[in-house]
């Protein structure tokens, strides 16, 4: 019959285990928790102290000069602009595809995973120059929109935010593939045919059961990407270049060029601020949208 | 295993420097069956720092010339200036390296960080023989070579090249001009043109007249295509065609030339650039005297005669010709660095207004 | 009662593999029908056909006179209660149960209503808030029924419902889940490879083996009356002896086996390959009075004391085995090693044509 494997409810395997005492397994993550406590945790509150620390003592100073200046709105501007426009982009193209993944079989899956897998080990430069020479003037992008008959002449691609945002998209796709399809490949397919027999059509289907259920992929993969698009500095560097400032690199020019330590500081602890806020908010958003499904 | 580094050791207590360590585990592999390995060891070593894009002409002419000279083994540790400048800050109390090659930009704030200390006549005597302009702060580093910036092309599409800098500003180059960043070394250049176009004053009044020279840039927007920090891949859309003007130096745009690039470099009638190459004895840099041979060597005609025609740059020591590639007769200007690097951080901001896209 | 599903000639193959072949199936209004075989006899994908969950390769399915060949699952009215129950696990059991109703587009004042009085009817109105992961098994089972039967399904189709529960549970439930549909009037379809499951709850079974329907009929006659080898031997316990026709004479035939000479009702030329079968129950002690009866005369092997029977094994030769089963106390004192003569009505001899070496 090829169709009948017994598998109980995701959620009833998880009730019926025994509650295990957990202040042994506590100890499993001390290696990692002491790792990142001491190559993590301590910088950032030093460079949290670094931000506030002036010669006449503590002082949000920094901060205020900085949110006084229009100039950093418009910096700021551009970091979330990009940011959400990355992760918009690699949702919309990666979800579907996680999907596809899960649902795959065999050499396909392989393929498809490979496939995802891959580019992570080609370098971030190399990926930018590939860019550089797709986005052309005399590239394919621009040779099947004007082929197509979309455009008259060639559009400008390179070092604008639409450049930026299709090159950015295209290094972060894994990060948001991976979480979706890994929810995705847990879905018991037999949940929306139990969905189809009860009479709910594709849309219904995918809007009420899919969508809810990987919502924790999606969550993750969102977290993900927006926090790597957020605090990018070489792809900008490489794809639209010194012409569009975002926090992450006015952050790497005080600390690398300026040597202003401060100002370095006071961005980074901005940057971190809006990308912990927006990754925490995204999760409760989704916990509310489960909850309402 | 030498017994001075042992000895050393004990001097400071036994607290082996990193360099020590590695000296000691050197010295291991090569008792331990490396008779080659033991015959360079006994030579003294010294380690010069550096642009990671000079190893090759490092290599290939001035280590092996000076070793033979000398007697002696060079360390060259190539990578970036601002990279360099953290690494002599970070062994202030005990230098690992003995002389650094950076540009005068980072030069400045090596001295102010009081990283380097001052050469004289009597300890590198080439020093008499620099060109003016070259050697700076009364001493404290002088240029060895000077590689000049002007406006490089795509010889496909523009064959002839560019006459003047103000063909930067025709329309006809609408998004296909490249500037360099304001945090490259080239990133000043169009910056004091810019102010002299804008001005008509020679460059050497101009260059302080900034705001001038924002009016004249906010002009050239529309044509430009990016502004790097990265110039391999900024250098790359010149050569595809992307970009056909850009604002660079000969050391990396004749070299690509002469690679088979599409490219070439304009020595605009208005005038071009003296990069500023610099080289600075590193204070309390360990084997003084070889060291300071070094330098000499780097300021002497022996090695600026070998090394300029490979590297497209102007000599400094004022006996050394130019070589044939190189434009003649047209003005070269040094600007004015020590007041460049105390306004830096406030041109970078107002940069990334004004040229923001 | 009229007839209401047919199922007409359908077939399905997965690759090489034909699974079903031009299979048909009539099952009457508010009839209960099993669909027993071993795994791998396509009587899931049969089920599966039937909800709209896979295309058919031929033929045509037609519920209450509407051709249901085409329609998407959804369309179907056809409800359908998972082997794993497939419960949302993202809602709670009232949600889960009112899925099915908010997705047809019941009104929406109506819906808390109905809910109720499904999860009534599978006792679970005190759960209605809870989350799924807060039941045992078999609440989830009765959930996955109440969704099922709350969006008033044409045709009920189960799979296997109660694999997963023990067996007090199970029994418990199969009356429960039987007498419901009762109430209701549910047409419904159950596939399972439990026997006694499908005995106990069925008005008919239909007996699968390699993509096709061997017997379909009411329990006993499956019992009593298999209509091959396949369903003797899927359905119950029995003695099968291989043997051979000797003699033929009229209705009768004389089979030799193993065991000895044994007659039967049917038609068989002499010489044909033939497996007699006997139920165990219909097996007695010899009494010398055996008129009409087949008797042999064989060793037991072993006594089994069940309480409400005693169950003997007897070696009927060629390493065959027959089995009986009689009141504990007509062979007070039997054990293995005797000999013992056994009989049994010649009309209780079910006899098929041999099938390869079976």
């Known amino acids: ?293 | 295993m030498r017994k001075r580094d042992i000895n050393d050791a004990r001097r400071r207590g036994l607290s082996l420097s990193r360099r020590d360590a590695l000296k000691l585990g050197i010295g291991a592999a090569a008792v331990a069956g490396f008779p080659a390995i033991v015959q360079a060891q006994r030579v003294p070593e010294i380690v010069i720092g550096g642009a990671a894009s000079h190893k090759p002409w490092m290599d290939k002419v001035v280590i092996p010339m000076f070793e033979r000279k000398y007697n002696c083994k060079i360390l060259y540790e190539g990578t970036r200036s601002t990279i360099n400048l953290e690494k002599m800050r970070a062994a202030k109390d005990r230098p690992v390296m003995s002389v650094v090659q950076m540009d005068d930009p980072v030069m400045i704030q090596a001295v102010e960080e009081d990283l380097i200390e001052p050469i004289s006549v009597a300890q590198v005597p080439n020093l008499a023989k620099i060109k003016p302009g070259a050697v700076h702060m009364d001493g404290m580093w002088a240029n060895y070579q000077q590689p000049w910036a002007g406006v490089a092309y795509n010889t496909q599409h523009l064959p002839q090249g560019v006459p003047t800098w103000v063909s930067m500003w025709e329309p006809r180059f609408k998004g296909k001009v490249v500037l360099p960043s304001l945090q490259n070394t080239e990133g000043p250049w169009v910056l004091f043109m810019a102010a002299h176009l804008e001005t008509g004053k020679p460059l050497k009044e101009a260059q302080y007249d900034i705001e001038a020279a924002f009016k004249r840039l906010r002009a050239l927007k529309p044509n430009l295509l990016t502004i790097y920090t990265n110039l391999p891949q900024a250098f790359n859309l010149l050569e595809q065609g992307e970009a056909w003007l850009q604002v660079t130096f000969s050391s990396w745009a004749l070299l690509r030339k002469q690679e088979g690039s599409p490219v070439d470099l304009a020595a605009p009638k208005e005038g071009i650039f003296a990069m500023p190459s610099g080289i600075c004895l590193v204070k309390g840099a360990p084997h003084r005297d070889l060291a300071l041979a070094y330098i000499n060597e780097m300021l002497g005609a022996e090695l600026q005669t070998l090394l300029t025609p490979i590297t497209f740059s102007l000599p400094t020591h004022v006996d050394v010709p130019l070589s044939a590639d190189i434009p003649q007769d047209i003005e070269v200007f040094t600007p004015d660095w020590a007041w460049f690097t105390k306004h830096r951080a406030q041109l970078v901001e107002r940069w990334d207004r004004e040229m923001a896209i | 009662m009229d007839n209401y599903l047919h199922v007409i000639d359908v077939s399905k193959r997965f690759g090489e593999s034909t699974v079903l072949d031009n299979l048909s199936l009539v099952v009457r209004r508010g009839e209960f029908v099993s669909l027993l075989g071993p795994s791998g006899c396509g009587k899931t994908t049969l089920l599966r056909l039937i909800a709209g969950l896979l295309p058919t390769d031929g033929g045509r399915i037609v519920l209450d006179g509407k051709d249901l060949t085409r329609l998407p699952a959804h369309r179907r009215n056809v409800g359908v209660v998972f082997q794993n129950y497939a419960l949302f696990p993202h809602l709670t059991v009232a949600e889960n149960v009112a899925f099915g109703l908010r997705a047809r587009g019941v009104a929406k004042q109506e819906i808390p209503a109905i809910v109720e009085r499904c999860l009534a009817m599978v006792h679970l109105a005190d759960y209605a808030d809870r989350s799924i992961f807060a039941l045992s098994g078999g609440q989830q089972q009765r959930v996955a029924v109440a969704r099922a039967i709350a969006i008033r399904p044409d045709l009920l189709l189960l799979d296997e419902p109660f694999s997963a529960l023990d067996r007090k549970l199970r029994e418990a439930m199969q009356i429960e889940l039987r007498q419901l549909l009762r109430e209701l009037g549910i047409t419904a379809i159950f596939v399972t490879h439990d026997q006694e499951e499908a005995m106990i709850m069925s008005d008919r079974i239909a007996v699968m083996n390699a993509g096709v329907i061997e017997q379909f009929a009411d329990p006993r006659t499956v019992y009593e009356r298999p209509a091959t080898a396949f369903a003797l031997e899927f359905v119950g316990t029995s003695t099968r002896l291989p043997g051979r026709v000797s003699d033929w004479d009229g209705d009768t035939v004389l089979v030799d086996t193993a065991a000895g000479p044994i007659r039967a009702r049917a038609g068989y030329v002499s010489g044909a390959p033939v497996m007699i079968g006997i139920r165990p129950e219909k097996i007695m002690l010899a009494d010398g009075n055996e008129h009409g009866m087949n008797v042999v005369r064989l060793r037991v092997l072993d006594r089994v004391y069940v309480g409400s029977k005693l169950l003997l094994h007897f070696d009927a030769g060629s390493g065959g085995q027959a089995l009986a089963e009689l009141n504990p106390g007509d062979a007070p004192d039997v054990a293995p090693g005797d000999m013992m003569s056994i009989a049994w009505r010649v009309e209780d001899t079910l006899i098929y044509p041999a099938v390869g070496h079976g």
Do not use: H
């Open chain 1, 1 to 293: 019959m090829g169709v009948t494997a017994a598998a109980a409810p995701v959620g009833a395997a998880r009730t019926r285990k025994p509650r295990r005492p957990v202040d042994l397994l506590v100890l499993l993550a001390l290696p990692a928790v002491g790792y990142l406590g001491f190559f993590f945790a301590l910088p950032l509150v030093a460079l949290l102290a670094k931000s506030v620390w002036t010669s006449a003592g503590p002082s949000i100073e920094s901060y205020a000069r900085f949110f006084g200046d229009p100039f950093s709105w418009q910096v700021v501007g551009n970091t979330l602009k990009i940011a959400t426009l990355v992760t918009l982009v690699t949702l919309v193209l990666g979800y579907p595809t996680a999907f596809a993944m899960a649902r795959a079989r065999g050499i396909f899956q392989i393929l498809l995973l490979v496939a995802m897998i891959l580019p992570l080990s080609i370098g971030v430069v190399v990926k930018a120059f590939s860019w550089q020479i797709v986005l052309r003037r005399d590239g394919v992008v621009n040779q099947l929109l004007v082929w197509s008959g979309l455009t008259d002449e060639p559009v400008r691609f390179l070092f604008t935010e639409t450049g930026l945002v299709l090159g950015a998209a295209n290094i972060f796709l894994p990060f948001m593939v991976l979480p979706i399809y890994s929810v995705a490949k847990m879905i018991d397919p037999r949940l929306t045919e139990a969905a189809a027999t009860l009479g709910a059509g594709p849309m219904y289907r995918f809007f009420r059961v899919i969508l809810p259920l990987s919502m924790p992929g999606v969550v993750a993969g969102i977290a993900f990407v927006f926090s790597m698009a957020i605090s990018m500095y070489v792809i900008p560097t490489l794809l639209i270049g010194d012409r569009y400032q975002t926090l992450a690199t006015i952050t790497g020019r005080s600390f690398l060029f300026l040597r202003n330590e401060q100002l370095g500081a006071t961005t980074a602890v901005i940057l971190l601020v809006i990308a912990v806020a927006v990754v925490l908010g995204s999760a409760r958003l989704a916990r509310g949208l489960r909850r309402t499904a």
